[in-house]
């Protein structure tokens, strides 16, 4: 969850001023008003920690996240990804790649950003609401963070349709240039009970659909 | 894993049986059974243990929660090592809150390849697929599970 993604307004459609808090806030936004998360935003600065979620909390709206923490050379990874209504921004959905410096034995509630990483994975996104997607990322170039937002939809909007997380299904790519690392994702993710990873072969990408 | 760890090594079947959500005791088949041929494996009782990882899910609705800790561990035992895994529900107002607890439960000799010689997937492994959906339990049965031999 971007911290920062919500900022305590009450529901109403954006403005010229909700506009450029969008771009201050680390998004850029096409002509249909979709969202996106941009490249290298300040807020990377900031740790990510599960009291991010809280936000959603007290906006009393609805939210997944989905946490796939795994080790690779003695660093902890993890590929952490959401489905949810964000308040003003409408249904989105984003999937981070965050680090930390220690065996995952060892890892604590925050996870850093390093949006220079030359490991850094490739990584899609798209969000559909029944059957229809509503939004979508695929930056040409690894980011940190990516993710998209449909504004024109979503509860605040009174001539939108309501959205229930239920009905949004999203889908995510993550293609990792570096094959050792491709390898301890795919070998964790394939042992696990209830696994959702597919690995097409001949590839180092990594699909789920949640 | 801790509460698992401490009724294997007392060997106490009801201490593990009461680690299990409401929802998994209504649906398991022969719970007991599987209680005592899960602590079987271990048959001093005493077990170490190491985290893989474990996967999360948080479902938040309307201020109401639901986690999802679907865990792996190698677990080493009379010189042995094991693959244990189980999904767990801390806590679950979204979707039932009849299952908060262990839902599952299941224990193998450790293997890296989930494919036998023949390139069948070895049955641990089928267990372990049976839960992917959405919600965590997919068509996964509750309960304890250790393959056959």
């Not at chain 1, 007290?58 to 996240?65: D, E, I, N, Q, S």
């Not at chain 1, 034995?105 to 925050?110: D, E, F, I, N, R």
């Not at chain 1, 220079?116 to 029944?130: A, R, V, W």
């Not at chain 1, 979503?154 to 349709?161: D, K, L, M």
């Given at each position: 969850m971007l911290s920062g993604s919500t900022h305590g307004r009450t529901h109403h459609a954006p403005t010229y001023s909700d506009k450029l808090w969008w771009s201050i806030a680390g998004f850029d936004e096409d002509a249909h008003g979709i969202l996106r998360t941009q490249a290298d935003p300040w807020q990377l600065s900031w740790d990510y920690s599960d009291l991010d979620d809280t936000i959603f909390k007290?906006?009393?709206?609805?939210?997944?996240?989905y946490k796939y923490p795994f080790q690779?050379?003695?660093?902890?990874?993890?590929?952490?990804?959401?489905?949810?209504?964000?308040?003003?921004?409408?249904?989105?959905?984003?999937?981070?790649?965050?680090?930390?410096?220690?065996?995952?034995?060892?890892?604590?509630?925050?996870?850093?950003?390093?949006?220079?990483?030359?490991?850094?994975?490739?990584?899609?996104?798209?969000?559909?609401?029944?059957?229809?997607?509503?939004?979508?990322?695929?930056?040409?170039?690894?980011?940190v963070r990516v993710g998209s937002?449909?504004?024109?939809?979503?509860?605040?909007?009174?001539?939108?349709?309501?959205v229930l997380v239920r009905n949004l299904h999203l889908k995510a790519t993550v293609t990792f240039p570096d094959p050792g690392m491709y390898a301890a994702f795919k070998k964790t993710e394939e042992s696990r009970i209830g696994n959702l990873w597919k690995f097409p072969s001949g590839t180092q990408t990594a699909t789920i659909s949640h | 894993m801790q509460h698992i760890a401490d009724a294997v090594n007392r060997h106490d079947p009801a201490a593990l049986k009461k680690l299990f959500s409401a929802r998994a005791l209504e649906k398991a088949t022969d719970m007991d059974r599987g209680l005592d041929y899960f602590l079987s494996v271990f048959p001093s009782g005493h077990m170490t243990w190491k985290s893989i990882t474990t996967n999360s899910v948080y479902d938040l609705k309307s201020s109401k929660e639901t986690e999802d800790l679907l865990a792996g561990y190698m677990v080493f035992a009379d010189g042995k090592k094991y693959s244990l895994d189980f999904i767990d529900f801390p806590v679950n107002q979204v979707d039932d809150p009849k299952n908060v607890g262990l839902y599952a439960l299941g224990v193998a000799p450790y293997s890296t390849d989930p494919y036998t010689a023949a390139g069948v997937k070895k049955p641990y492994y089928v267990w372990l697929d049976s839960f992917a959906s959405e919600d965590g339990v997919g068509t996964g049965n509750p309960g304890v599970y250790v393959p056959p031999n």
């Open positions: 007290a906006a009393g709206t609805g939210a997944k996240a690779y050379n003695g660093k902890s990874y993890i590929v952490w990804m959401w489905k949810a209504e964000y308040v003003q921004m409408g249904p989105g959905a984003e999937i981070e790649f965050l680090y930390q410096n220690v065996p995952l034995k060892k890892a604590g509630p925050l996870w850093h950003a390093d949006p220079n990483d030359p490991n850094l994975p490739k990584m899609t996104e798209s969000l559909s609401y029944k059957g229809t997607v509503t939004a979508s990322f695929a930056p040409p170039i690894a980011q937002f449909n504004q024109n939809a979503g509860s605040w909007n009174p001539s939108g349709p309501d | -």
